[in-house]
């Protein structure tokens, strides 16, 4: 089965498209603000219901939530859904891992150290200091969102997964954990990497054979 990015794009389009026109949005902001006008501007809207849900919600972009996903494809669906899922998860890993030790950045916290008492918090929420580019969280939620839609029959899923990604985006400049150019730069490598990961690894014809179309509880039976 012989398959360009191309394809992969075209297979994940109402998902794809829409985030084309988020990020347009998301660097036209860049460019007339500022990381401290961006930053406070997130900051400065809060509430105890809001801290509340996105202090949960931000685990979407959690690897443990995407190996549980992979594992319940492996058990109900097929092996070749759960390999091309947890693979892309592990590529794109990987790789922000790599950037995130190469950048070395700060966090807000430590980037505005001097300003702390500006800063609102979440209770009870670890805040780490260093390793703030590009949000892993970003990564794996948009990384995600993408090999989703690639396997739905029902392409307009593609938009669901797209808020979902977006708002765990969100979720990580409202919890104080990375900067906005963190979060789209997560998001650009998580559906760009992916896409072309898939487009290389789906094409590859011992995925396609019966076994891998199997899975642990259709092999029992």
Known sequence: MKMGVK???NRIRLFFIPYLIVLSACLVVKLLFTREEIYFTVNSYYTRAADQFFRYFTNFGDGL???????????????????LLITSYGVTSILAQILKHFFDAPRPKLFFADELTRIHFVDD??????????????V???????????????????????VI???????R????????????AGSIIGVIVTAFWLSWLDSKPFLHGHKWQQSAIKKRA
């Not at 996903?69 to 859904?81: D, E, P, Q, S, T």
């Not at 990604?165 to 979720?171: D, I, M, N």
Request: hydrophobic share 55%.
């Open 7 to 9: 394809d992969v794009l």
């Open 65 to 83: 939530l995407t190996v549980t996903i992979a594992v319940v494809l492996a058990l109900f669906y097929n092996y070749r859904k759960a390999f």
């Open 125 to 138: 929420m670890f805040v780490p200091s260093l390793h703030s580019f590009p949000s892993g969280h970003s």
């Open 140 to 162: 794996t939620a948009f990384s995600t969102a993408v090999v989703l839609t690639y396997f739905c029959r029902q392409r307009a899923w593609g938009l669901v997964f797209l």
């Open 165 to 171: 990604a977006v708002v765990t985006g969100y979720s």
């Open 173 to 184: 400049m409202y919890l104080s954990a990375h900067f906005f150019e963190d979060v789209v």
